[in-house]
């Protein structure tokens, strides 16, 4: 007798994205959930981090000139609740040198400059996923009585 391990549920597999510019965010919003990805938004920074300490998601989509709590103040927030558990990209105007220092700094494992290529986000997001799965399937599953089944 074997245990099969899980695969990811829907929340496991969300995005969340947070763009101030109402259009910029519907248009990614979109074109993200054309390749597949469930998509949560959040229009300022506050809302992103109330947002995604709820979700838990895999990945979020930062804008970096957010209102109440900027991009930086986010990814720090995100970063603190879920460690290495999240990929963060920067979405942002700003691609200054600076700018991606301070990006890195904060907790950003990316900074695409606007307007990206959504292949370039899509495969970042893909990548992720795919990476993550194929860790979840090489470790044995030893919750609910799964641990020390042999038969």
Do not use: W
Request: proline content about 3%; glycine content about 8%.
């Amino acid at each position: 007798m074997s245990c099969k391990h899980e695969r990811a549920s829907p929340a496991d597999r969300t995005v969340l994205l947070v763009e101030d510019n109402l259009d910029g965010r519907e248009s990614m919003l979109a074109l993200l959930r054309l390749h597949g990805f469930r998509v949560e938004a959040a229009a300022d920074g506050a809302e992103c981090v109330t947002k995604g300490l709820a979700l838990r998601p895999f990945a979020a989509v930062v804008d970096l000139g957010l209102p109440v709590l900027d991009g930086f103040d986010v990814a720090r927030e995100l970063r603190r609740a879920f460690g290495g558990d999240v990929l963060l990209i920067a979405h942002t105007a700003y691609s200054s040198a600076d700018y991606r220092e301070r990006a890195a700094e904060a907790g950003f494992d990316h900074l695409l400059a606007k307007p990206c290529e959504m292949a370039e986000l899509v495969r970042l997001l893909r990548d992720r996923l795919n990476h993550r799965d194929a860790t979840q399937a090489s470790t044995p599953n030893t919750s609910l009585g799964c641990a020390g089944l042999t038969r």
